[in-house]
């Protein structure tokens, strides 16, 4: 994946972002260019959060939330894993990618309370963070 965007690895899809508001579309169109190895928590959370190239994000978000799980873009500490854990359905499909998740939950969830974005990753955790059901 050394130095492609978005575009090299999707193709030039233009997959437009799941929000409204003008500034963040441009932003997400302006980052679909630039390489994925170049890409900072902040643009990782943006990107995560408009659902776009969840394939290729993930794993780099999972690896930097990994190193901090509380690793902070441009919103609070912890928005970067607020953005990944909000992808409990895509995560349940990738199984490997949600254990490491669920470990780096438990981390991030040591000492908090139950307020907030505590209580937000207790619930995470709770379930198991998508684990696929086991078949009867």
Known sequence: MA??????????VGTPATSTDALVVTKCQRLRK????DFTIEDLRVMISQEIGLKYLMPPAILAL??????EGNLHPGDLLASVIAHEKWLKKNPELS???????K?????MGQD?????LLLFIARGSGKP???A
Do not use: C, H, W, Y
């Open 3 to 12: 130095r492609q965007s978005l575009d090299d690895l999707e193709g030039n």
């Open 34 to 37: 630039k390489a994925v190895d």
């Open 66 to 71: 990994e190193r901090e799980p509380m690793a």
């Open 99 to 105: 254990e490491r998740v669920l470990a780096i939950a």
């Open 107 to 111: 981390r991030a969830a040591t000492g």
């Open 116 to 120: 907030g974005f505590g209580g937000e």
């Open 133 to 135: 059901k086991k078949k």
